[in-house]
């Protein structure tokens, strides 16, 4: 247990953890389970192609959501191409610059200029009051993030969808599992894409789902998963290969099957988190609403360097330097990647929120991987960490002065 600065491995101390703790490490499920399943499926000789394990995966989602149509993909990316494709989506579409790139690269990979829209300060997703003066006569949607699955403010831009006759879609990659205002996530806008991705609490190797309430839009996105067949020798859409294969699908079925426990581990690795993070100035965890369902699969500190005196990189390196492989979720913000950086993306100058989040906030390792042993030695780092202020940057310069 490290007690002093100078025992951190960043200062030559030996790092607290032999082996690397990532953020994103898969949760999997009964391995028995899948090995027979995948068992089956080779014995059936139906490797992909609408088989019974991708119905079944699709089935499963929608009742857990209480949908009425669920579309499994062979990711949320492509996912978010075909819903963008379905709805007819052209000329710009509003995002929130706090996300993941795949929501901006599904827009630009079909053409579409992504506007970024800053973040609410408080809830980290798309500020409505922000998005008016965005739209333009060419802006024909708006996609919301259900960031660290907390909803977005779904009521605020249904209204300004309904107003400005724009289509409404959510990248819901986060929010399996999740509710707002008592209503489960997948269910609001026009369509809405989940991820199922390895690094999601709850995966199919690779995986995705399109959820919808709306039946015509369902058929043709069925159809353009699949490259645009309507029948056998019948095209009627322009389509893609977005299948999820049967593999992925017995993968993710078997992951759903566990849903309760790995939701149960990150609620109570998520509560101790808190514990040990109590009462550290200027570090905070993001919270969730208790009254919501929620998946806890982000464990998301905000660290105010005005307040610890070390700012939130450096924190990151300490802890890289233990072996604790915290991820700096979003940063740079995808205004400031290369290849989205358009006349457009130059608002992000104004995106200051999305500026400032993406200079503060970590991204703590949680799932089945990681134990109660483990979040106590992260915690007490961190509280080294950031309670070491200026001695930590100063042993930090003496380092980079001996060193030169
Ligand atoms: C993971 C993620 C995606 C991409 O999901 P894939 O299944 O890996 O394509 C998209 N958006 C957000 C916000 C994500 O976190």
Not at 11 to 24: A, D, I, Q, S
Not at 49 to 68: M, P, T
Request: some cysteine; glycine content about 8%.
């Amino acid at each position: 247990m490290k007690k002093h600065l100078n025992e951190l491995a960043i200062f030559g101390g030996v790092p607290t953890f032999p082996e690397k703790l990532h953020v994103g490490r898969p949760n999997i499920g009964s391995k028995q389970v899948l090995l027979q399943r995948i068992n089956d499926i080779l014995d059936s000789k139906w490797l992909t192609n609408n088989g019974q394990f991708v119905q079944a995966f699709e089935q499963h989602i929608a009742s857990l959501v209480g949908v009425k149509h669920c579309i499994a993909t062979c990711n949320a990316t492509t996912g978010l191409e075909i819903a963008i494709r379905a709805c007819e989506l052209t000329g710009e579409v509003i995002i929130p610059s706090f996300t993941f790139v795949a929501t901006a690269h599904a827009l630009k990979w079909v053409g579409i200029e992504p506007v970024f829209c800053d973040v609410d300060p408080d809830t980290h997703n798309i500020d409505p009051r922000k998005i008016e003066s965005l739209i333009t006569d060419k802006t024909t949607a708006i996609i919301g993030v259900h960031l660290w699955g907390r909803g977005c403010d779904v009521e605020a831009l249904e209204d300004i969808a309904k107003r400005y006759k724009l289509k409404l879609l959510f990248d819901a990659a986060h929010a399996f599992g999740c509710s707002h205002q008592q209503k489960m996530i997948g269910n609001f806008g026009d369509v809405e894409v989940f991820s199922f991705n390895a690094t999601k609490f709850c995966n199919s190797f690779e995986g995705g789902a399109i959820v919808t309430n709306n039946s015509e839009l369902a058929d043709k996105i069925r159809y353009m998963k699949n490259f645009g067949f309507s029948d056998y020798d019948c095209v009627d859409f322009i389509g893609t290969n977005g299948k999820m294969s049967e593999v992925s699908a017995a993968m993710g079925l078997t992951s759903l099957e566990s849903i309760e426990d790995f939701i149960n581990t990150n609620r109570e690795n998520y509560h101790q988190y808190l514990q040990e993070l109590s009462n550290i100035p200027g570090v905070n965890l993001i919270s969730y609403d208790k009254a919501e369902k929620c998946n806890y699969q982000y464990v998301i500190v905000e660290i105010d360097e005005s307040i610890t005196r070390i700012n939130r990189d450096i924190i990151h390196q300490i802890l890289w330097a233990e072996n604790i492989l915290t991820r700096r979720y979003f940063y740079p913000g995808c205004h400031q990647m290369k290849p989205l950086r358009s006349r457009i993306a130059d608002m992000g100058l104004m995106l200051t929120n999305t500026r400032r989040l993406a200079s503060r906030v970590l991204a703590l390792p949680t799932g089945t991987a990681i134990g109660a042993k483990e979040i106590s030695n992260i915690g007490q780092i961190i509280r080294l960490a950031a309670t070491g202020g200026n001695t930590i940057n100063e042993m930090l310069y003496q380092n980079v002065l001996r060193a030169s």
